[in-house]
């Protein structure tokens, strides 16, 4: 027989609690771990944790610029052996990264091997490539041995790590930063580090300086790939003031003669973060595509430098335009946002804006050299405590010798005998025969004058807030020129300074291949674009139940304007428009059209032309083309109409009259100066009825007559008195074989 077992009674911390506090509450851990531990970095050093395990480990490892080389794997096990229990290829890809100068403007790390390329091709195994400390990250971790910055225990409590760098360079603003944590994101744009100590420099002078002075110091980001910021002055100001905003940033080019006029554009430098191959495959699938119709083909000559070469369609094309089209159509302008979310002193995320950042910059070098001053003060107490014992041994040599010698406890006798330390007597005990020579003597006086000189000024410097920020302002202005382009050409400012573009006018067109087309439209709303011009009398296959109502030729680069009853203009790009193949497609897909309203009016857009609208109720105006080009789906409401009324007609204004018949067949003739021009309205009365509505309208020139089409034939009547009017009257019964559909067409 089955005896069911008790389940086990539960030990341990067993607290009853909502599942929801408790999702919350490990949820809000996570959040702040990725937060603090993750993806923001700090505003005193720029760094995230895995960055600065790395240079820290590599300054374990003694692998000083002017050292050798060691094996990345080395590196990388040491980090997340001791450091970073993370993945061994995240922590390699953050130290490429560090060495990759199209990434990073100031290398941190110097590589040796393959570390990928501008081109995105990946490193070589850590297995393969070595790697040392750069000069700008030793400076960095300059003075991180002299108790400078806090330490912390590692994650198995084994060793420990610094908390934040001492960092001599503002590396923030120097490298950026980018960084999603949970619900909050850092970008940070890099910039030109000897325009950055300019600024500190001038905040030491002037704490109170304004954005807009600081911003004339940092004009703005300096990318390791240079191109052009094309931003407004008064955009850039605002971003920095705010700590939020964004910068446009356009490659480099330059136009190369061929010769016989004609010519090729090289580009030099390309936005930053932008892969050249996926930069070249994209213009050549726009070629392809026929989207880039001033370009003929795009070819890569990069060797170190880039040089990707555009050769335009004819010679006759601006080079300005041909590069505004690429612009406008290609990765060869990009955005780079700024989001200057970073952690202060605290470890509170904070978004700040340029004034904050180099303040904090600032702030944490006036720590850091407070620290460094209270570590060198107790060196040198301890070394002049020592040098103090060695001279009263000199002055009293024979009897030190003798104690030495003689008495069974020779420090403590020592101690009581000259008044020594525990230290100094047992610095004395340990001293070798050979310093007891006379030179020796002289040399320990002389280290501890000049100890006892620099412990004085020491001092003062501890004592005066002012001398602190005196010798700030003489390291950062040593750092500027150990970083100055005048110093290296590396260190020169990349990115070009330029002015907001200026409006090239390039027609919509222009990016389009221009090829004929026809366009076929049926009574039921269908279209379809048929390549070259086809006779418009040619028969044309339509879904059974359907025929056609509009066709006409036209080109890719064409808009169409359609015109509905319910009062509303439509706009259609031809090269957009389905196939001539087929039946087409329902036009309610490609415009936001209700069921209820029918198209009434279809037109190839050109400028300059005027058209007359009427409604049902037989009001109706003047309107331009340009006024009536919609830029969404929704259509553009022109004409007014509510209740029963509805847009009845449309034609294009060509004359001097205008003819209205009504559907009680009652044709008006009166003068096209009567009709108001207007871009939105009811419009004013054409004709009055007493039964139904307007039928019809059209716009002719008097002295050639008036013309209708009935079935096949055309008839025109030139005497016109007897329909000659004033707007807004009733009219009369139309000549004799007027069609009895009350069209004209």
Same mark, same amino acid.
């Given at each position: ?23 919350? /509450? ?42 050798? %080389? ?35 403007? =100031? ?62 360079? *503002? ?18 744009? *890099? ?27 940092? *004009? ?26 964004? %910068? ?55 060797? /170190? ?8 369609? @004819? ?23 700024? #989001? ?40 040198? @107490? ?11 041994? =000199? ?44 030179? /020796?003597?002289?040399?320990?006086? #002389? ?39 005048? $110093? ?7 990115? $070009?300074?330029?002015?907001? *573009? ?102 190839? =857009? ?82 009055? =009825? ?56």
């Amino acid at each position: 027989m089955n005896v069911a077992t008790k389940p086990p009674e539960p030990t341990g911390d067993i607290r009853d609690t909502r599942l929801a506090d408790a999702i919350g /509450e490990r949820y809000l851990s996570y959040a702040l771990s990725i937060i603090m531990s993750r993806s923001l970095p700090d505003v005193r050093d720029g760094l995230k944790p895995v960055h600065r395990r790395l240079l820290f480990a590599m300054r374990q490892l003694k692998l000083d610029p002017n050292q050798g %080389f060691k094996k990345c794997a080395r590196v990388i096990g040491d980090v997340i052996g001791k450091y970073h229990p993370h993945g061994d290829q995240s922590v390699y890809n953050a130290l490429v990264r560090l060495a990759q100068e199209f990434s990073v403007r =100031y290398p941190l790390v110097d590589g040796q091997g393959n570390f990928g390329n501008i081109d995105g091709d990946n490193p070589a195994a850590m297995r393969y490539t070595e790697a040392r400390m750069t000069a700008v990250a030793s400076a960095i971790l300059d003075g991180i041995d002299e108790d400078a910055v806090d330490f912390r225990e590692t994650y198995d409590g084994e060793d420990s790590e610094p908390i934040v760098m001492p960092s001599s360079i *503002p590396n923030l603003l120097a490298n950026g930063a980018e960084g999603i944590a949970v619900g909050m994101a850092c970008s940070i744009p *890099p910039h030109n580090l000897e325009e950055l100590c300019t600024a500190l420099v001038h905040l030491i002078k002037f704490p109170k300086a304004t954005n807009a002075k600081l911003v004339s110091m940092v *004009p703005g980001p300096d990318f390791p790939t240079g191109g052009v910021l094309v931003e407004d002055k008064s955009v850039i100001e605002a971003a920095y003031k705010t700590g939020r905003g964004g %910068f446009r940033v356009r490659a480099q080019w330059q136009t190369e003669q061929l010769g016989r006029g004609q010519y090729q554009i090289v580009i030099t430098e390309i936005p930053f973060q932008i892969q050249k191959s996926r930069l070249i495959e994209k213009i050549a699938e726009l070629l392809i595509a026929k989207k880039l119709p001033f370009l003929e083909d795009v070819r890569d000559e990069s060797a /170190e430098d880039i040089r990707v070469v555009l050769e335009p369609k @004819n010679r006759t094309i601006d080079p300005q335009v041909l590069m505004e089209q690429m612009f406008r159509s290609t990765e060869l302008e990009t955005r780079f946002s700024m #989001n200057m979310n970073v952690l202060d002193a605290d470890h509170t995320p904070k978004v700040m804006n340029l004034h904050e950042v180099l303040t904090a910059f600032l702030d944490h070098r006036h720590v850091v050299l407070i620290r460094r001053t209270n570590f060198r003060l107790r060196k040198i @107490n301890t070394r002049l405590e020592m040098l103090e014992g060695y001279l009263i041994a =000199y002055l009293n040599l024979d009897e030190v010798i003798r104690i030495i010698r003689e008495e069974d406890n020779a420090k403590r006798t020592l101690i009581h005998a000259f008044k020594l330390s525990e230290n100094q007597a047992e610095a004395i005990l340990n001293m070798r025969l050979r310093s007891l020579r006379r030179l /020796e003597e002289i040399e320990i006086k #002389n280290e501890h004058d000049a100890l006892t000189k620099e412990q004085a000024d020491l001092n003062k410097l501890v004592k005066s807030k002012e001398l602190r920020w005196k010798t700030i302002f003489q390291q950062i202005t040593e750092t500027k020129k150990k970083f100055s382009g005048k $110093v290296d050409i590396k260190y020169k400012r990349r990115t $070009v300074i330029g002015s907001a *573009p200026t409006n090239v006018n390039i027609p919509v067109d222009a990016f389009i291949e221009k090829e004929p087309v026809t366009i076929m439209f049926s009574d039921k709303g269908w279209i379809k674009a048929g390549k070259g011009h086809v006779d418009l009398t040619a028969e044309v296959k339509y879904k059974d139940g359907d025929c056609g109502k509009y066709i006409l030729h036209a080109e890719t680069t064409d808009r169409i304007l359609l015109f509905s009853t319910n009062g509303r203009f439509y706009t259609i790009f031809c090269d957009k428009l389905p196939g001539g193949r087929g039946f087409g497609e329902p036009v309610r897909l490609m415009i936001d059209l209700d069921n209820d309203h029918d198209i009434i009016g279809l037109f190839i =857009y050109k400028p300059e032309v005027k058209y007359l609208l009427a409604s049902s109720f037989g009001r109706g105006f003047i309107v331009k083309s340009e006024d009536v080009i919609a830029q969404t789906k929704g259509g553009k409401q022109i004409l007014n109409v509510k209740g029963e009324d509805e847009a009845a007609a449309i034609c294009p204004v060509e004359g001097d009259c205008i003819a209205v018949i009504g559907e009680n067949r009652k044709l008006l003739l009166f003068p096209i100066d009567e009709i108001p021009e207007m871009t939105r309205g009811r419009g004013v009365i054409l004709q009055r =009825y007493k039964d139904g509505g307007l039928g019809d309208i059209k716009t002719f020139i008097k002295s050639e007559g008036l013309s209708w089409k009935t079935g096949d034939k055309t008839r025109t009547e030139t005497d016109l008195v007897a329909w000659e009017g004033r707007r807004s009257q009733s009219g009369r019964l139309p000549p004799k074989g007027f069609s009895r559909s009350n069209k004209f067409s």
